[in-house]
């Protein structure tokens, strides 16, 4: 069973930084996305990024696109997202998420596997 443990959240003024990190256990490497979602108050969940193990590609949301980066190190299970020029409205629970079913890799429903969460608060 796959376990996923995010870190890296915090509280920061706009047009600063965060860096997530989501270390996996009981997570074997395959062709399958792995990335993040978030969650703002009274707002559905919304992907924001994901990438593919077997080659790494990547894919952003319109609203991260430019800002932020999302990487990965096999060897370590890990995942990260780079978030540079933060606004107030990326404040939300930010969630890894792994295990993709397939289909659209922006729908919460195509993942089976989910992280605690972490808050990033983004403040004006």
């Known amino acids: 069973q796959v376990q996923l443990v995010e870190s890296g959240g915090g509280s920061v003024q706009a047009g600063g930084s965060l860096r997530l990190s989501c270390a996996a256990s009981?997570?074997?490497?395959?062709?399958?996305?792995k990335g993040w979602f978030r969650q703002a108050p009274g707002k559905e969940r919304e992907g924001v990024a994901v990438?593919?193990?077997?080659?790494?590609?990547?894919f952003y949301a319109d609203s991260v696109k430019g800002r932020f980066t999302i990487s990965q190190d096999n060897a370590k299970n890990t995942v990260y997202l780079q978030m540079n020029s933060l606004k107030p409205e990326d404040t939300a629970m930010y969630y890894c998420?792994?295990?993709?079913?397939?289909?659209?890799?922006?729908?919460?429903?195509?993942?089976?596997?989910w992280g605690q969460g972490t808050q990033v608060t983004v403040s004006s």
């Open positions: 998420v792994a295990d993709w079913r397939g289909r659209r890799w922006s729908e919460a429903g195509n993942f089976g596997a």
């Open positions: 009981g997570y074997s490497y395959r062709r399958t996305y």
């Open positions: 990438i593919y193990d077997g080659g790494g590609s990547t």
